[in-house]
């Protein structure tokens, strides 16, 4: 029995430390790398901790998780392996930045924008789908 708490108590932590191992991003370029390359490795919790929390974020970030498990296989593999690539950065003000970007995996360029709030880096996902 105290085995089986011992071991519960270890996994319990050992998930709980996962979700803030994540450092904070030192600036809009690197919230933007780390939320768009998560997003294509299936990493949805670390998208999520580099994501403005709001609720229409949130419902697209699941959308997005719905989509990558419903490829097979290969389309999940290839999805990891993608190269990113920055295609242009454009710094609107001090607490604002537009990362426009693609990827080896799908060809067609994507925006996102990245805001500076509480000292926190974070992706306004919700931007990608509006009509800029």
Do not use: H
């Amino acid at each position: 029995m105290y085995k089986i708490l011992t071991i519960s108590i270890f996994l319990l932590t050992a998930c709980a430390t996962k979700i803030t191992d994540y450092k904070k991003a030192e600036n809009a370029f690197d919230a933007g790398r780390e939320f768009i390359d998560a997003g294509f490795k299936g990493d949805f919790t670390k998208a999520a901790f580099f994501m403005l929390p709001n609720e229409a974020n949130k419902q697209l970030l699941g959308a997005l998780e719905t989509v990558y498990r419903s490829k097979d296989k290969e389309g999940r593999q290839q999805a990891r392996t993608a190269s990113i690539n920055i295609i242009q950065v454009d710094d609107i003000d001090s607490i604002t930045t537009i990362i426009q970007y693609s990827s080896s995996f799908e060809k067609s360029t994507k925006k996102i924008k990245v805001v500076k709030k509480e000292a926190n880096w974070l992706v306004d996902y919700q931007y990608s789908f509006s009509s800029k």
